[in-house]
């Protein structure tokens, strides 16, 4: 049973209960008066009770809620940036392996030509 449905259920139970005393009640209009107040009283009191209660309950799961997405948010991040690390890695050294080949292209290249035309890069 939801919390609106719990409430409106304590209103409509307390309604009925002081329509009912008034019909049954023995005594004089001043201490029925007296006793619908009491019983006004504790129903708002207990309908109080409860909304505190609702409401720090609520409060409490928003801040559980937040502190798992940030621990997800955190977990996420730091394996992507994990990723981005070896991604940089593999890159560095497939970049060290083309320059040792173009050196080495170059070389050849040298060793074969007789110097007239200027060196190129090879990519």
Not at 87 to 111: C, F, P, S, Y
């Amino acid at each position: 049973m939801s919390t609106g449905n719990t409430l409106l259920a304590l209103i409509t139970g307390a309604a009925i209960g002081a329509g009912v005393g008034l019909l049954y009640a023995p005594d004089s209009g001043e201490k029925t008066r007296g006793k619908l107040k009491k019983d006004a009283q504790k129903a708002q009191d207990n309908l109080n009770k409860r909304y505190q209660e609702t409401s720090s309950n609520l409060s409490e799961k928003a801040k559980k809620a937040r502190m798992d997405f940030e621990q997800r948010l955190e977990e996420t991040l730091s394996t992507a940036s994990h990723k981005a690390d070896d991604i940089l890695a593999a890159m560095e050294t497939k970049l060290e392996e083309l320059r040792k080949q173009n050196a080495k292209l170059q070389k050849d290249k040298t060793g074969k030509s007789s110097g007239s035309s200027p060196d190129k890069a090879v990519v």
